[in-house]
């Protein structure tokens, strides 16, 4: 089993959507011959983690994200938990609708979004080019809530860590002080830092942004790493006004593909 660290319920800094596919502009039958070839090293590899009865027809393709220079960004049609997943490498966010994230190809082997940047077979253009030309659904108010994991103690997350959605009115017109002020008050001592604010002026120049839906998504840092702590946190910051939905960053064991 993998363990993925992942953001739930984060499909929330919305882009209108794009229909695009970022440097995907092979002729259909070259890009055709290439995704054969991936589905081919990827059936190999599946029965290489022990998986022989699988066959070619059962491995589908749900979107290719990219093709840099033989780096390809792909997601299959694989099982998954059913948690909006979003995957940070380097602060480039990806969002997915459950833990089926996408996964990249070179020449055979396969590897996560951030091993393959960390090997330098991506780089931070590459990431914000998929990100600015993917669409994401945007989620209301109703569907956060109703989809958020109720949480426990003997959940499995991140120590010292709590995401934070605000509340799309004070995402555009509330300052990064005013929200930060107020989440450290209400988090006392235990307050270490909070990061991930948007500028709203980078939303209303950037055409790429749906301004009506978007919500920012805010890390809040404390200095207290235990379970009890986390807990208390989220608790506190859920009965502030501005914030939608406050989680701890859960992981989430899967298996390893």
Not at 6 to 21: N, Y
Not at 165 to 191: M, Y
Request: charged share 25%.
């Amino acid at each position: 089993m993998k363990k993925l660290k992942l953001i739930a319920l984060l499909s929330l800094v919305t882009l209108t959507p794009v229909v695009m596919v970022a440097c995907w502009g092979k002729s259909n039958e070259k890009s055709n011959e290439l995704e054969t070839r991936i589905r081919t090293d990827y059936l190999s590899h599946l029965h290489s983690q022990g998986e022989p009865e699988l066959i070619l027809a059962d491995i589908k393709i749900l979107k290719i994200y990219g093709d840099f220079d033989g780096v390809v960004v792909v997601r299959f049609d694989r099982p998954a938990f059913e948690a909006i997943t979003t995957v940070q490498v380097d602060g480039v966010d990806f969002v997915f609708d459950n833990t089926n994230v996408a996964i990249v190809w070179k020449d055979g082997s396969f590897f996560e979004l951030q091993e393959a940047y960390d090997n330098e077979l991506l780089t931070k253009g590459n990431l914000k080019s998929i990100q600015t030309h993917y669409g994401q659904h945007s989620y209301t108010d109703e569907e956060i809530i109703e989809n958020a994991k109720a949480m426990s103690l003997e959940d499995d997350f991140a120590e010292g860590i709590v995401d934070v959605i605000i509340k799309h009115a004070n995402s555009v017109h509330d300052t990064e002080e005013s929200v930060l002020s107020q989440i450290r008050n209400a988090l006392g001592e235990t307050f270490e830092s909070i990061s991930g604010w948007i500028p709203i002026e980078e939303i209303e120049s950037n055409p790429l942004w749906n301004r009506d839906g978007f919500r920012q998504i805010v890390t809040v840092t404390l200095r207290a790493e235990a379970k009890e702590d986390v807990f208390n946190a989220v608790t506190k910051l859920n009965r502030l006004d501005f914030v939608l939905l406050a989680q701890p960053r859960y992981n989430y064991e899967i298996k390893e593909e």
